[in-house]
């Protein structure tokens, strides 16, 4: 069934439309869109399949949704599950709880994702906020990221302050001002590059097997537990228990306690 009152558009049960410019767009049931939708509103309620762009200064999915270009809005909120083909591009904040996966790459003021989610491309948002498991195929720039999960890096990682409470797995370089992970399981980073960086074990029976594998660290002020890396540099460096480091350059302090273990120690 169809109505369209004015500007406003409603599809409910099994209902199709085609695209247009419209004030409030509401689905719910089975709906699907042919062409590009630019509305004040988009709301939907159960499967909405969407075969152009969507614009929209709001956007609200519960249930499933694709959208088969891109997704250009002030805000979204997504329950469910979501697809987005082209570019997700968020002027406020995107939050997701669920699984998505945004092909095109994400660009957002606020990024908060509970569940599962894919980037396809790359993102750049102020803050990125993970609870889940989270893979950005690309490059990853934020003023603050903060994930508890696991997190896969396919290219670098840019931010002011970077957290990590699970597992990480990057690639490629994670530069920050501020870098803090903490392992409840095994993580592979490239490299890391920073002013401060605090690498800690989680707590639990199998803790000291949770390692942080690196083939670089490079920053000023550096402590780490349960790190294998093939090279440790730094001006202040603090080396703890579990850590094996084949070869460690520093410049003005370098502390290591009983349970750290160095190949070759050096001061630059």
């Known amino acids: 069934m169809q109505t369209e009152m004015g500007h406003d558009l409603h599809l409910s049960g099994h209902g199709s439309s085609t695209g247009g410019f419209y004030r409030n767009v509401h689905l719910e049931g ?72 945004l092909q095109g790459g994400v660009r957002a003021d606020v990024l908060n994702i509970h569940g599962r989610t894919h980037v396809g491309a790359e993102c750049v948002a102020r803050e990125v906020e993970l609870h889940g498991i989270a893979q950005f195929a690309q490059d990853i720039r934020a003023e603050r990221m903060d994930c508890s999960g696991v997190l896969h890096l396919g290219g670098p990682c840019e931010a002011e302050s970077f957290s990590c409470k699970g597992q990480v797995h990057s690639s490629g370089l994670i530069n920050a001002e501020r870098v803090h992970i903490r392992l409840h399981a095994k993580s592979e980073v ?24 690196v083939d670089i660290i490079e920053g000023d002020h550096i402590y780490v537990e349960n790190v294998v890396a093939k090279r440790i540099r730094g001006n202040r460096i603090t080396l703890g228990n579990g850590v094996y480091a084949e070869r460690v350059e520093y410049r003005e302090e370098l502390n290591r306690h009983h349970g750290a273990k160095v190949k070759e120690a050096v001061q630059v």
Do not use: P
């Open 30 to 101: 089975l709906s699907t869109i042919d062409g590009d939708v630019v509305c004040e509103q988009c709301t939907a309620h159960g499967v909405a399949r969407m075969h152009g762009n969507l614009r929209a200064d709001m956007t609200a999915f519960h249930g499933k949704a694709d959208v088969l270009g891109d997704m250009v809005t002030g805000s979204a909120e997504i329950h469910g599950t979501i697809r987005v083909s082209g570019v997700c591009d968020v002027a406020k904040i995107l939050r997701i709880h669920g699984t998505s996966r």
């Open 190 to 213: 490239q490299e890391i590059g920073c002013t401060e960086l605090r690498v800690e074990r989680g707590r639990g029976w199998f803790a000291r097997r949770h390692k942080l594998v």
